[in-house]
């Protein structure tokens, strides 16, 4: 009788599960899409590259704090002769979990929103252990969460926003995790104010790798 019993009950308790959750959760969807204004760039670097961003706000930012990153990022990536030619700012409404860093919820985010990349995602915070203010996702570290490949997961309460913005983004477009602690590189472990060069040989390999990767295209127009 218990057999039986527990066999009638499980559909019964799984479709309750399963109704209870789809009226609770809110949805995963795109609330708002606008363009971000574009960056001053310095005169000077000959441009030769162009960078199509998508800029998720996944956790209320102020928007003005975004755009201010993505213009000092504009005008880091600027010295490899690359114009960041159009960065799209999408709202996006989660459940509470799903604003947050936090590899399964992410990957599931990713899935559900399918947003052009590179894509830099502003978050509310991270359930990541060890915990870092911002994370970057290439093709060389994403081979078990794909969803997550060239992506920027960025932290409320990052310091130095428009550094750690650019030097993540870079580590995407090299797909390259290597730190470089010349005088002023921007590629230091720990980002800081100063910060914000970059070689000849990194801004040629994140020349070379975007374009392999379909995140960079060579010509300005
Ligand atoms: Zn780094």
Redesign the pocket.
């Given at each position: 009788m218990y057999g039986r019993l527990q066999t009638l009950l499980l559909p019964l308790l799984l479709a309750c599960t399963l109704s209870a959750g789809a009226a609770d959760v809110p949805p995963i969807r795109v609330e708002a899409r606008a363009a971000i204004a574009d960056a001053a760039i310095p005169s000077g670097p000959v441009l030769t590259h162009t960078l199509a961003l998508t800029v998720a706000n996944i956790a209320a930012w102020p928007e003005a704090e975004i755009t201010a990153a993505v213009h000092e990022t504009a005008r880091i990536l600027a010295q490899c002769g690359i114009r960041i030619a159009r960065a799209d700012l999408v709202t996006v409404a989660a459940p509470d979990a799903h604003r947050y860093f936090d590899t399964p919820r992410s990957r599931e985010l990713a899935r559900v929103l399918a947003l052009p990349k590179p894509t830099l995602y502003f978050t509310a915070g991270t359930r990541q252990t060890p915990a870092f203010d911002a994370e970057a996702i290439g093709r060389g570290n994403s081979r078990t969460r794909p969803e997550l490949a060239d992506t920027v997961w960025i932290a409320r309460g990052a310091r130095d926003l428009g550094i750690v913005v650019a030097?993540e983004l870079a580590?995407v477009l090299m797909d390259s995790?290597a730190?470089d602690h010349s005088p002023g590189n921007l590629?230091a472990?720990s980002t800081t104010p100063q910060n914000t060069q970059l070689s000849n040989a990194q801004c040629a390999r994140i020349r070379a790798t975007g374009t392999r990767n379909s995140l960079l295209h060579s010509g300005v127009n």
């Open positions: 030097h580590h995790g730190h590629m472990e």
